[in-house]
């Protein structure tokens, strides 16, 4: 008898100590029972209930809602801004020059952004992110009035090193945040809150632009822009940092507990050097942004009026909603083995590469050139020419916002899925967020040079194409079912004990089962 309340005994976590301790498990039950510790004191840590599920403000999930709604504000106007073609603008040249400055200086600030993140904390970097994107809705709400090219240009510039600071703490909040077997749904819900900003600052010019065909858009506009950056800005101070956040099962964000400059920009190189063949997936990196150019300049500015760009621009990023929950949901499908989903997922996207921009192909050879179009007396498109002429290319353009999402959401998840560490997330976000402006400086200045539409077009599709290709070995032989805690602990100063929750504690007492970072399903108790 004494034996058998023995074994019905299993490991648990000391709130105190963060200790393993034992509670009895369910009469009958082959299985061990974890429980997860009491979270520490404080309003940070005290729970209510959302929908049935129990939050607390340090939480990852309430952590990724509130980056979230900060992009939503930020980062979802300027695309929604910047999806009118031309900012707004009639004339192209003053967005097409800003946007060379930005992403100029956001490839070269965001490439050691990590390092900057993980020394002063994802909140302060975060909450300078955003000050970037009050500016640069307000430069162009100045070029409305007294068309002052050098503001716009500043005001790029100047958010390219903001951007490059908040893209990079977003990314490690995303990809560091939650376990395994939820990246793919936390990837998915951020991008679906940060595109829902973009759709409904594309609804406020489709409004103040109704009747309007010609010209640019009005200072209504540009101030509902402005007023909703300004919140998202204030808003960001109310990040925590990442030793502050606790999962559920009580276990920590792995990070350097004492992180230096020198420690840090060694670990960024150390990020290359440990993996060399992470830089196979540079040049999906660098895609991923260049296909905005042709769609919001060369297709939707150029070949559509007013009030239909508008139009086109809600649909397109409404597109990249449900891109974002089909291609999220997926990534998470429990029924399959991580390593099987990655390459489930790398066929999806050449077959969505092939497809719709095989599609955009065939569209675009019968299109007016850029010469043509910029002729006086030029006729675009309105959403009431129906048929081929505007359902078509309509289709065409929420398919486009599609495979944005769905290119999006893959990177992030295979980045994710090589690491649980905070610290190399962090790394990995500012390498993809600095090689992406790289590319799109690249093709905002093609744009900038006047080269022809076809030629862009061309180019965006055959580096997409590319891509894919190099990428190929990396999602096929290097994403893992599982990253174990150990190999995460090399690149930080952290031990198991000092991250580890109720299941790692119990892995301690037990060592087959699986600790920090592991998914629910990998993590299970002993049986």
Not at 386 to 411: E, H, N, R, S
Request: net charge negative.
């Amino acid at each position: 008898m004494a034996d058998e309340e023995k074994s019905a005994i299993a490991p648990a976590v000391d709130a105190t100590h963060n200790e393993a301790r034992e509670v009895p498990s369910k009469p009958g039950s082959h299985q061990d029972i974890t429980i997860p510790p009491p979270r520490p004191p404080g309003w940070m840590y005290k729970g209510f209930k959302v929908f049935g599920h129990e939050l607390w403000y340090a939480s990852p999930l309430f952590q990724l809602l509130l980056v979230a709604v900060v992009c939503f504000m930020g980062p979802g106007m300027f695309n929604a801004l910047s999806g009118l073609g031309g900012g707004g603008q009639v004339d192209h040249s003053a967005q097409d020059d800003a946007n060379t400055a930005l992403y100029s200086t956001f490839a070269v600030v965001a490439f050691f952004s990590g390092s900057i993140a993980n020394k002063l904390g994802v909140r302060l970097t975060l909450s300078f992110g955003g000050l970037g994107y009050v500016i640069y809705v307000a430069s162009f709400f100045s070029y409305n009035h007294n068309q002052n090219h050098g503001f716009v240009v500043f005001a790029g510039a100047f958010l390219g090193v903001c951007a490059g600071l908040l893209w990079t703490a977003q990314g490690t909040i995303m990809m560091s945040y939650p376990t395994e077997d939820m990246k793919g749904r936390y990837i998915s819900w951020f991008w679906i809150i940060f595109n829902l900003g973009a759709v409904i600052g594309s609804l406020i010019p489709l409004g103040q632009n109704i009747n309007k065909v010609a010209g640019p858009v009005t200072d209504g506009t540009y101030i509902g822009f402005l007023v909703l950056t300004l919140i998202g800005a204030i808003l960001a101070l109310m990040i925590c940092d990442v030793d502050k956040v606790q999962r559920e099962d009580g276990s920590k964000v792995i990070m350097m507990k004492n992180p230096s400059w020198i420690t840090e920009f060694k670990g960024l190189f150390e990020t290359i050097t440990s993996a060399p063949w992470v830089v196979l997936l540079f040049p999906m990196f660098f895609a991923s942004n260049t296909f905005y150019t042709y769609q919001s300049n060369n297709m939707n500015g150029s070949q559509f009026n007013t009030r239909t760009r508008a139009l086109n621009n809600t649909l397109y990023w409404l597109a990249q909603i449900f891109g974002a929950i089909i291609v999220g949901y997926a990534l998470d499908f429990a029924g399959a083995r991580r390593s099987v989903r990655a390459k489930s997922s790398f066929v999806m996207l050449i077959v969505l590469t092939m497809a719709i921009w095989g599609g955009g192909y065939a569209w675009q050879k019968d299109q007016p050139t850029r010469e043509e179009t910029a002729e006086e007396g030029f006729v675009t498109i309105d959403w009431t020419d129906g048929g081929k002429k505007y359902v078509g290319p309509m289709f065409l353009y929420i398919f486009y916002g599609f495979f944005d999402a769905a290119w999006q959401t893959c990177i992030y998840w295979y980045m994710g899925s090589l690491s649980n560490s905070g610290r190399k997330a962090a790394n990995l976000a500012g390498f993809y967020k600095g090689l992406q402006s790289a590319g799109a400086a690249v093709f905002w200045r093609l744009d900038g040079v006047k080269k022809p539409f076809d030629t862009i077009f061309g180019a965006t599709w055959g580096l997409l194409a590319g891509a894919l290709l190099i990428a190929a070995p990396v999602i096929w032989l290097k994403i893992q079912d599982t990253v174990a805690v150990e190999e995460d602990l090399k690149f930080s100063d952290e031990t198991a004990s000092d991250v580890a929750g109720a299941e790692g504690a119990a892995g301690q007492a037990h060592p087959e089962t699986v600790a920090v970072g592991a998914s629910s399903e990998t993590a299970k108790a002993v049986v």
